[in-house]
């Protein structure tokens, strides 16, 4: 008799690992490590959330109706295509669970989001990571890494930890080039932080195929990422099948309520992207006049580039930084060794990154 195993895929996984959130020692820090809202949320998703603690014994409406229908609304979607999740990692999880299985195949590119290896891994389908051009997402790569047993592309549109993106053109061209029984999810976890006119987050690709979703989360410009609140946009029969296997409760009652405040904030959500187009660009600056190289990101993030070796490295920028209370994500697990990932904060905490870079580079 034998104990029992899980899948054999599932014994090879790394657990996905957070960003730091506290330094030893310093009581004061300031946590730039995962992209989230320096602003926080809108007040009036905090007041719906509130709200909610008067119905804690019961159940949430499970098909998260009220919320799909704003989401609808504000986008001019079909409701019933649209499914909501305990975060989008919990959709991308389920997309993971409906569509690969032993033995097949995920593609994402090599500095793609994290998560997707471990959705492959976790479904015993084998992950394929593509390298990229100039941190980029490469669609000529993605293309020739597809085999007979290719089942999903992952695709973070803007990504995570780069924050460079493809334009809806490149995308397209990736859509089309694709074998139709390939699903092709466009995760666009940043795309309310993106203003450029060659951008979309992907609704009009869903809305055209039968094999594009497109996933989107209020964990980032929402400010509402403990609430873990994602949604996604599909061909009917793809939200069908993850209606079939998603918890039947797995959206609770305060994050569908501070979620549909949130989304019907639109004055809030332009304050925090105009925060972040103003504070991303001056980062950008200040950081490359050190003489770092910065990826051109269009998200609430900054990929920063140090020596391979010597004493202006990836971790003796982070040592120093830590030393100053200011956490920055290190990107080893991206076998990004020498980079380290920077959220965009509020104006005081920008400054003071600069100013701590300043120092570390001798300027
Ligand atoms: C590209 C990307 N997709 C998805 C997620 C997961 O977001 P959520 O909090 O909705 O699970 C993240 C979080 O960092 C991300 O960077």
């Not at 019933?80 to 569509?99: E, K, M, Q, T």
């Not at 809305?207 to 403990?226: C, D, H, P, Q, W």
């Not at 994602?230 to 296997?245: D, F, H, S, T």
Request: proline letters at 6%; glycine letters at 6%.
């Amino acid at each position: 008799m034998t104990n029992p195993r899980p899948r054999p895929s599932i014994l090879d996984m790394v657990p996905y690992q957070a960003g730091q959130s506290a330094v030893d020692g310093i009581a004061h820090t300031i946590k730039l490590s995962a992209n989230e809202s320096p602003l926080g949320p809108s007040p009036k998703a905090r007041e719906a959330f509130i709200q909610a603690a008067e119905q804690l014994s019961l159940y949430p409406d499970g098909g998260s109706q009220v919320l799909r229908e704003a989401i609808a609304a504000r986008y001019g979607l079909d409701v019933n295509r649209i499914v909501c999740g305990n975060g989008s990692d919990d959709l991308l999880s389920l997309l993971g669970h409906a569509y690969l299985d032993q033995g097949s195949e995920a593609i994402y590119s090599k500095y793609g989001f994290l998560f997707y290896k471990l959705v492959a891994q976790a479904n015993g389908a084998l992950p394929v990571p593509v390298p990229e051009t100039e941190f980029k997402a490469d669609v000529e790569a993605i293309l020739e890494a597809v085999s007979s047993k290719t089942r999903i592309v992952f695709l973070a549109n803007p990504n995570n930890p780069t924050g460079t993106y493809l334009t809806i053109q490149e995308v397209k061209k990736l859509r089309e080039n694709l074998r139709p029984d390939i699903l092709l999810v466009i995760d666009a976890a940043y795309a309310e932080y993106v203003r450029r006119s060659d951008y979309t987050p992907g609704i009009d690709l869903v809305s055209a195929s039968e094999n594009v979703v497109m996933t989107r989360t209020f964990s980032k410009i929402y400010g509402l990422a403990s609430l873990r609140l994602g949604w996604c946009y599909c061909p009917m029969p793809v939200a069908e099948a993850l209606n079939r296997i998603r918890g039947p409760f797995n959206v609770n009652s305060a994050a569908q309520a501070a979620g549909v405040a949130a989304m019907t904030n639109m004055a809030y959500e332009e304050k925090a992207v105009a925060h972040n187009e103003q504070w991303r660009a001056w980062l950008f600056d200040e950081i490359t006049g050190l003489g770092l190289k910065v990826a051109r990101s269009v998200a609430n993030v900054l990929l920063i580039h140090f020596d391979q070796d010597g004493r202006k490295t990836a971790p003796e920028a982070d040592r120093f930084l830590q030393s100053k209370g200011l956490i920055l994500r290190r990107l080893e697990v991206y076998r990004l060794p020498h980079c380290l990932r920077m959220t965009i904060g509020l104006e005081d905490a920008n400054r003071a990154v600069v100013a701590a870079l300043s120092e570390f580079m001798g300027k």
